[in-house]
């Protein structure tokens, strides 16, 4: 939610008072410390609160809450304790309730508990859907998804699913996934990339720019990440809502159900994977009948703490001495899965609401897509509800990528154009044909450059266009093939 100086409302300032003299040298100061950001958050924190009570108070404060804000997403992720601080000291209550909406479901623990604690023993009060059907319209109803205690353990203690493997203690976990010694398992359950750690990290470039940070297992855990997958994971199905990384379901399936309606509303959940945190993981093996004594996870044969171990096995954490934090690595062949069984209460929540409006829902991964039989809804209102129940269910909408798509514009879901009728976007469709051109005129060799992999993006490419639309597929599938077949390919 980084945003930029101009994007903050005028309501968010405090109005100076009518004595207030430019704090000049301050605000210098406090402008080369945002240069030093995110590692001098607790610099500024310290800086505005030595000038409360003073005449020069509030345009320090209003400057830092400017650079705070503008650095929000590193300055949360580095040190959110210093944020909830600072939100809780000198920022207005409306931008205040903002940043603690954001620390109510971060991956961190003691953050959580912090926030809970501060919210609970605070005036923080606003208009949120209550966290039970007779509770109050406040701010509880954003630490719905919050406690870990109620995370950890189900509504209900199910008895084990006869179609996953029955798990009674640590020593079975071992021996279903294949870990040859205790040693081994207490080395995978590091979940880190420091200390010679099973994961290795990296980056890679996103679209606007920022890098999305990628864990990847060494091959051993993910040989066992491959088990919990197919031996337990893969046996529970997902909600009929949720297309991504569900075998017969693709993109075309989930861009099916928006075909040729009025009205299209988008939205994004921010930072889907490290959202899911350790706590709901162990909820998750927990509701599945697996044991559970205590949050710690351990490596003695005869513990019966199952629930722990499979959710430790399956997420990262940078530092492995903190034993209650870890979050879903993306990288990790569990993770899509683990991610669609968790959302199940979001989706048929959503899902509700959608058919109480008369309308179509599906999420591939982090995009959530309703359409309408009609246009003329309160967006706004549809808009609040969904909102409120993505953070009731531990997850924050982007509000910056929310979309309000109507027919005279081109609606497109996951990349499928679904306006009258299910289409390739026309950009890539002629950039496509024009590569074709290319190959014909003068051979496939000569357009690869030097790629290998260049065969097969021609045919994935025209696969992909045949099961979006066989009738404008089709034709291009068939001359790629033949194009390939005829110069050796």
């Not at 800086?47 to 705070?68: F, K, P, W």
Request: glycine share 6%; with cysteine.
């Amino acid at each position: 939610m980084a945003a930029t100086k101009s994007s903050i409302p005028a309501w968010a300032y405090r109005p100076l008072p009518l004595n207030a003299q430019p704090a000049t040298e301050l605000i210098q100061q406090l402008d080369k410390l945002e240069q030093g950001l995110p590692g001098s958050s607790w610099e500024i924190l310290r800086l505005v609160g030595e000038q409360d009570g003073s005449a020069t108070y509030e345009a320090v404060a209003n400057r830092a809450m400017e650079i705070i804000w503008t650095h929000l997403d590193e300055c949360i992720a580095n040190d959110p304790h210093t944020v909830r601080q600072f939100a809780a000291s000198h920022l207005p209550i409306r931008v205040r309730n903002r940043v603690l909406r954001r620390l109510a479901i971060h991956p961190s623990f003691s953050t959580r508990r912090s926030v809970r604690y501060q919210i609970n023993e605070s005036a923080v009060r606003e208009v949120a859907l209550p966290s039970a059907p007779d509770g109050e319209w406040n701010a509880e109803g954003w630490l719905l998804n919050s406690n870990s205690s109620t995370l950890m353990r189900p509504r209900k203690l199910k008895a084990p699913d006869p179609r996953l493997p029955k798990l009674k203690n640590v020593k079975a976990v071992m021996k279903e996934l294949g870990i040859v010694s205790n040693r081994q398992l207490g080395w995978m359950l590091l979940a880190t990339d420091e200390d010679g750690g099973p994961y290795h990290t990296f980056e890679i470039g996103k679209r606007n720019g920022k890098a999305r940070k990628i864990c990847a297992p060494c091959w051993q855990l993910r040989r066992v990440q491959q088990r919990i997958l197919h031996n337990i994971l893969d046996h529970l199905p997902p909600h009929p809502a949720a297309h991504g990384f569900v075998k017969g379901r693709s993109v075309v399936t989930n861009a099916a159900p928006h075909l040729g309606k009025p009205l299209l509303l988008k939205f994004d959940l921010l930072d889907f994977f490290p959202t899911i945190h350790y706590h709901r993981v162990i909820g998750l093996f927990a509701s599945m009948g697996y044991g559970m004594t205590s949050p710690f996870f351990d490596t003695e044969n005869r513990s019966r703490n199952v629930a722990p171990v499979l959710a430790r096995l399956c997420t990262y954490t940078e530092d492995p001495r903190v034993f209650r934090d870890g979050t879903l690595p993306q990288g990790a062949p569990t993770s899509p899965a683990i991610s669609n069984l968790i959302c199940r209460r979001l989706d048929a929540r959503l899902d509700g609401l959608a058919r109480k409006h008369g309308a179509a829902y599906t999420r591939y991964a982090d995009d959530l897509t309703f359409s309408f039989d009609q246009d003329e809804i309160s967006v706004g209102r549809f808009r609040w509800w969904v909102d409120q129940i993505c953070h009731q269910e531990g997850f924050l909408v982007h509000q910056a990528k929310f979309r309000a798509i109507r027919s005279s514009q081109r609606q497109s879901v996951t990349g499928v154009v679904v306006n009258e009728r299910m289409r390739v976007p026309r950009d890539l469709r002629r950039r496509f044909r024009a590569i074709l051109h290319n190959c014909r005129k003068r051979g496939v060799a000569a357009e690869a450059r030097g790629d290998a992999g260049f065969p097969s993006y021609l045919l994935g490419m025209a696969s992909y266009m045949y099961m979006v639309n066989p009738d404008e597929g089709g034709p291009v599938l068939d001359e790629v093939r033949k194009l390939l077949a005829e110069q050796g390919n």
